[in-house]
């Protein structure tokens, strides 16, 4: 079974702190995803990586960034937090880069943030 | 640009009753389609896609889904719900012009009544 992992269920932090949230998979994936999960939006797509240090704008990038060092570790980092980043906080990960769109994405089981 | 309307935010059903989730695309040629399940506090699961062919999916757990090209929608089916499908559930649909984005619907949260 496809695995995804992220580093915390749950974390809290102050308005202005730099935040890291971790996610690992362990089937050799090209393609990680970050999401971000509210109630009535749906996930939106924050950024993609399609390769080890390659990274793809989504649809709300702004107070994000992300890295892709390793193929198996995609990280989501919050420069300097603000209350409106309180949400869920998905990682998704996806085979066969020549594949498509048409590829099952595996997920993991979100972090939930509070920026205070 | 690609979108997806789920138009039910909430949905109860009694155990044993059947069910329908209602999903909505807007995308301009053949998309390929997905239903996801969020059961508290876990990711999304995957229930179902449609890529092509026969227009009628199943999926695991008992779920079907049918592509209707003249309606724009793909409707997710169970004839008979468990107090354990108890979850979210959401519609997403993606294009390969469209890279690798899915887009997702707002999720519709199901309450299933003993």
């Known amino acids: 079974d496809v695995k995804v992992t992220q580093s915390s269920r749950y974390l809290v932090k102050r308005t202005g702190e730099k935040v890291f949230l971790e996610c690992v998979q362990d089937m050799d994936h090209e393609n990680m995803f970050w999401y971000r999960q509210d109630p009535g939006l749906g996930l939106r797509l924050i950024y993609f990586s399609y390769d080890v240090k390659m990274k793809e704008k989504g649809d709300i990038p702004e107070g994000y960034s992300v890295s892709r060092e390793k193929k198996e570790r995609f990280s989501l980092i919050l420069e300097s937090a603000s209350t409106n980043q309180t949400s869920m906080y998905l990682c998704a990960s996806r085979g066969d880069q020549l594949a498509g769109v048409s590829e099952t994405q595996y997920f993991g089981p979100g972090t939930r943030l509070l920026v205070l | ?114």
Not at chain 2, 37 to 56: E, R
């Open chain 2, 1 to 114: 640009a690609q979108s997806v309307t789920q138009p039910d935010i909430h949905i109860t059903v009694s155990e044993g009753a059947s069910l329908e989730l209602r999903c909505n695309y807007s995308y301009g040629a053949t998309p390929y389609l997905f239903w996801y399940v969020q059961s508290p506090g876990q990711g999304l699961q995957l229930l179902l896609k449609y890529f092509s062919g026969d227009t009628l999916v199943q999926g695991i757990k008992g779920f079907e889904a049918e592509f209707k090209r003249s309606q724009s929608s793909f409707n997710l089916r169970k004839p008979s719900v468990h107090w354990s499908d108890a979850a979210e559930y959401f519609c997403a649909v993606g294009a390969d012009n469209a890279g690798n984005m899915l887009t997702f619907g707002g999720g519709t949260r199901l309450m299933v009544k003993p």
